[in-house]
């Protein structure tokens, strides 16, 4: 057989392939999200004490998410506070928030400064950013997390383990967390601030993430 019509074949394969797990895909129920864990998330995590900051109506219907959590976490030992953010989007929204860092902060006013990422102790990734507006100036870390796993920095990877969790557990849920803080006194001191914060977060945030039920689960 000539290497065209092999081509040709296996090209065929692969679309009867993708066919049939989409419709074995589309037959699995719904997902209905129970974000109560999340919710619950302890405002003491290690020495840093939160308090909740609720969104405006007009900002959480832009982010368009199942659940927001936001709050302000402030240190015995810290002048500057942290902020953090997490957006959740269960797998029947399309796991993946509407409104990443790349349009929020330019639609906000900020001015991305530098971008890079970094490797926080334990193998945690993260996207960091510097930004400002005006006279502030603030030091940014976010990544994308799902109920497989963490530290993804950008949309293909996210898509990946959506792929990943459909085929294997039949959920594709995904989630953006943001910690930031004022740069000062200096950018090496505000870096030791958030990824402190972040090895505090990450494993609370593991074992509190939002459980996915089909629809008519009690």
């Known amino acids: 057989m000539k290497r065209e019509g092999i081509a040709n074949l296996a090209l065929i394969g692969f679309t009867l392939l993708v066919g049939v797990a989409v419709w074995w895909l589309q037959l699995r129920p ?16 290690g020495d840093w004490r939160g308090e909740s900051v609720p969104l405006e109506d007009t900002v959480e219907r832009i982010l368009s998410a199942d659940f927001n959590l936001q709050r302000a976490y402030t240190h015995p030992d ?7 953010y997490v957006g959740y989007y269960g797998t029947e929204r399309g796991g993946r928030p509407e409104h990443t860092p790349h349009q929020c902060y330019p639609s906000a006013g900020w001015r991305i400064e530098s971008e890079t990422t ?14 400002t507006q005006g006279g502030a100036r603030q030091l940014v870390m976010f990544w994308y997390q799902s109920f497989r796993r963490d530290g993804m920095l950008d949309n293909l ?45 990450g494993p609370l945030l593991a074992d509190r993430w939002p459980n996915e039920f089909p629809s008519g689960h009690p």
Do not use: C, K, Y
């Not at 810290?78 to 953090?84: G, N, V």
């Not at 970094?118 to 930004?131: F, K, S, T």
């Not at 990943?164 to 090496?188: H, N, Y």
């Open 30 to 45: 719904a997902l209905r999200v129970d974000a109560s864990l999340l919710g619950a998330l302890p405002m003491q995590l």
């Open 78 to 84: 810290h002048l500057e506070a942290i902020w953090l």
């Open 118 to 131: 970094r490797e926080i102790d334990g193998g945690q990734r993260a996207n960091e950013w510097i930004v």
């Open 157 to 201: 990877e996210l898509s990946l383990d959506h792929l990943a969790g459909r085929l294997s557990e039949g959920r594709a849920d995904g989630s953006l967390v943001r910690i930031s803080t004022p740069l000062s006194p200096d950018p090496d001191t505000a870096r030791r601030r958030l990824e402190e914060f972040a090895r505090a977060l």
